[in-house]
C-alpha cells in the first residue's frame, strides 16, 4: 500500500518539521505496504472464502450428511462407529459428532494420513438408524481446507505461518500510518486524473474500514505462532486462562493438554481450554487393561451411557445452535472429552473429561471458569469467522476483506503509476536525523508490541544502512 499523500495547497504551508516528520512516515508506509501487500491480497481473498466454510459445506455434502427421512430409532453409537471403521481398518478414532437433528447422519472422524497441529482425518458418516456408511470424506483435501491451509501459514508449514504473521503485524502498522498520512496530511484538492481518484478511494476505504481491518487481524493474531504463543504465556502468567488447580489436585502428574487431544478444527476443544490438564480415568481396576484407539475399552461405559451421565452438567447445548463432539480415550487411562461448540455465542462453550469407567465428571470448564483475556480472544474468533451475529456480522467481516483487498490494490495500482523509469519511487529520506530517531521510535514500540514486524524492522534498516546507501546503484534505486 502507498500513502494517501497528495500536494499541498499554496494557502496552507506545512512546516519544515512536519513535512520531515510526514515525509520519515510515508516512507515506511510505502515500503511496508509494498513488501507484505502480495501477502495481505491472499490473506484477504483466502478470508472471505472461509467466511462461508459451513453453508458451502453444507451444500457440497448433502448427500452424506442429510437423510432422505428422520431417523425414529437409533442403533448404538459403538455400532455406528464399528461401522465407520470397517471403511478403515486399524484406523484411530480421533472423535464422534452425533447428529443434531433426526434426518442427520453421524460423523465419525478417523484418524488419517497426517498428523500434528491442524492434522485433518477422514469423516466417515453413518446413518444412525441402519448403522450403515452413507460417504466418507478425506477432511485434508477439501477445498476449505485448502483455503484455510492458505489462509494459515501459505501451504508452507512453519515458515509460512511466520510470514502470515509478519505480514499480519505489519497490516496493523500499515493502518496506523496511513491514519498519520491522513490526518496530519495537507488538504486535498479535488482529485481529477485517474491517481488522484485511486488516492481517494485508498484513502477513504481506510478511513471507514480501518478499525474492522484492525480488528480482523487482532482477533486472527492468536492463532499465530510467535505472538500467539506469547498471548498463552501471558494468560498463564495473570492466571487468566488457566482453571482453578481445585478441578484437578495435582497436576504434575498430567502432562496431557486437553488442546493435545485433537486438532481436527471441526473437533478441537475450544481455545480458552487448550491448557486444561486432562485427568486420568480412576478405574483401577479396569486401568491395567490394554485397549487402542478408545472404542470400547474394556469395562468402559458406552457412549450413550457417557453421555447420559454428562448431560446434567451441561450448561446449555440445545441442537439447533450447538454441536455435541466426543473426543474418545485413546488408553485405558485416557477419558471422555465432551466438547459443547455453540455455533454463535462462545459464551455456550464447555469442555468436560469424563471418567471412562464411572462416567463421573472429573473437570467441567466453561464460560464461568473463563479468563477475560480468554473471553475476549474467544469472542474474536467468533466474530473473526463471522458467526458471532448470523448474517450481520458475516457481511462485516467479509466487507473488511473486501476493503483490504480494495486497499491493496489501489495501492498497488498508485505506486505503478507514480513510479519514475529506473527507480522505486520512494519518498526520499528525511534530512533530520530527530525526525527520523523519532520515528524510529515510535516503530520500535510497535516492534516490541509485534516481535516479529520488530525483527524484520531491524533487518531492515540494517539493510538499508550496510547496504543500499552504501552502494551507489542501489541508493539511486530505493532512494
Known amino acids: ?186 488538504r486535498k484538492r479535488r482529485a481529477t486524473s485517474a491517481r488522484g481518484r485511486l488516492r481517494r478511494v485508498h484513502a477513504y476505504t481506510g478511513v471507514v474500514a480501518g478499525a474492522a481491518v484492525v480488528f480482523l487481524v487482532l482477533s486472527g493474531l492468536p492463532w499465530s505462532g510467535v505472538w500467539g504463543a506469547g498471548l498463552q504465556r501471558l494468560q498463564e502468567t495473570t492466571g487468566s486462562t488457566t482453571p482453578s488447580a481445585d478441578a484437578y489436585p495435582d497436576t504434575s502428574t498430567v502432562p496431557t493438554l486437553s488442546g493435545e487431544l485433537s486438532h481436527h478444527p471441526d473437533a478441537k476443544v475450544p481455545w480458552a481450554a487448550e491448557r486444561l490438564p486432562v485427568p486420568p480415568s480412576q478405574d483401577d481396576e479396569h486401568a491395567a487393561h490394554s485397549g487402542t484407539g478408545g472404542v470400547l475399552q474394556p469395562g468402559a461405559l458406552p457412549l450413550e451411557r457417557a453421555l447420559a451421565a454428562t448431560r446434567p452438567a451441561i450448561r446449555r447445548c440445545p441442537a439447533a445452535e450447538c454441536d455435541l463432539k466426543i473426543l474418545l480415550p485413546s488408553d485405558p487411562t485416557g477419558v471422555y472429552t465432551i466438547v459443547t461448540a455453540p455455533r454463535r455465542d462462545p459464551a455456550d462453550a464447555q469442555t468436560l473429561h469424563v471418567d471412562q469407567y464411572s462416567g463421573r465428571v472429573l473437570v467441567s470448564y466453561g464460560w464461568a471458569e473463563y479468563g477475560l483475556m480468554a473471553k475476549a480472544v474467544e469472542q474474536g474468533i467468533a466474530l473473526h469467522e463471522g458467526r458471532r451475529y448470523g448474517v450481520a456480522n458475516l457481511i462485516v467481516m467479509l466487507g473488511a476483506c473486501l476493503a483490504l483487498i480494495t486497499l491493496v490494490v489501489t495501492g498497488v495500482w498508485m505506486w505503478w503509476k507514480r513510479r519514475p523509469r529506473g527507480r522505486v519511487g520512494a519518498p526520499a529520506r528525511v534530512t533530520s536525523r530527530r525526525t527520523a530517531y523519532g520515528v524510529i521510535a515510535i516503530m520500535a514500540v510497535l516492534g516490541v508490541l509485534f516481535p516479529l514486524a520488530g525483527v524484520t524492522m531491524v533487518a531492515v534498516l540494517a539493510l538499508d544502512l550496510l547496504v543500499l546507501r552504501r552502494v551507489p546503484r542501489l541508493s539511486r534505486v530505493f532512494g
Open 1 to 186: 500500500m502507498t500513502s494517501v499523500h497528495v500536494q499541498p495547497e499554496t494557502t496552507q504551508p506545512i512546516t519544515a518539521t512536519s513535512s520531515q516528520r510526514y515525509r520519515a512516515v510515508w516512507r515506511w508506509h510505502f515500503y511496508a505496504g509494498l513488501l507484505v501487500a502480495p501477502i495481505l491480497l491472499v490473506l484477504a481473498v483466502t478470508g472471505a472464502i472461509y467466511l462461508f466454510k459451513e453453508p458451502f459445506e453444507e451444500w457440497r455434502y448433502q448427500d452424506v450428511r442429510t437423510l432422505s427421512s428422520p431417523v425414529t430409532a437409533a442403533r448404538p453409537l459403538s455400532e455406528q462407529i464399528a461401522a465407520a471403521q470397517q471403511v478403515r481398518p486399524g484406523a484411530e478414532v480421533m472423535s464422534v459428532i452425533p447428529p443434531t437433528a433426526p434426518d442427520r447422519t453421524t460423523r465419525v472422524i478417523l484418524q488419517g494420513a497426517d498428523t500434528g497441529p491442524f492434522a485433518e482425518g477422514v469423516s466417515v458418516y453413518v446413518n444412525p438408524a441402519t448403522a450403515t456408511v452413507t460417504g466418507q470424506i478425506d477432511d485434508s483435501a477439501t477445498f476449505m481446507r485448502v483455503v484455510r491451509t492458505i489462509h494459515g501459514e501459505l501451504m508452507a508449514g512453519v515458515a509460512g505461518d511466520r510470514v502470515v504473521e509478519i505480514a499480519a503485524c505489519w497490516a496493523l502498522i500499515l493502518v496506523a500510518t496511513g491514519a498519520y498520512l491522513w490526518w496530519s496530511g495537507p
